[in-house]
C-alpha cells in the first residue's frame, strides 16, 4: 500500500516527533515543514541520523531519507534522547 499527499499543522512537539519517525521509517525521502524548533526535536533527530537517517535542513523545511521499516541500523553510539 502506498500513501502519498500533503499535510500542514502547525509546529508542536508532539506532532514533530512523530513527522520525523514517520518519515524515518518510511521507504523513500520525505519533506517535512513547520516542524517545531525546540531541542526534544533536534534530540529526536540527532537520534534518527544516529540510526542512520540522513536529514537535511533548509529554510523550506526538513528533508529525510526514509529507510523503511527494517532499514534502520545499530548506532555506534550511545542515544541521547534529552527530553524528548
Known amino acids: 500500500m502506498r500513501a ?5 499543522v502547525p509546529g508542536d512537539k508532539s506532532l514533530s516527533h512523530r ?19 525546540a531541542d526534544d526535536v533536534r534530540s529526536t533527530a ?6 542512520g537517517v540522513h536529514i537535511h535542513s533548509s529554510d523550506g523545511g526538513v528533508t529525510l531519507a526514509g529507510r523503511g521499516r527494517r532499514g534502520l541500523r545499530a548506532p555506534s553510539r550511545d542515544l541521547d534522547c534529552g527530553n524528548s
Do not use: H
Request: proline fraction near 3%; charge should be negative.
Open 4 to 8: 502519498a499527499g500533503t499535510v500542514e
Open 19 to 37: 513527522a520525523l519517525i514517520l518519515g524515518a521509517l518510511a521507504d523513500g525521502p520525505s519533506r517535512i515543514r513547520g516542524l517545531l524548533e
Open 46 to 51: 540527532g537520534v534518527l541520523t544516529a540510526l
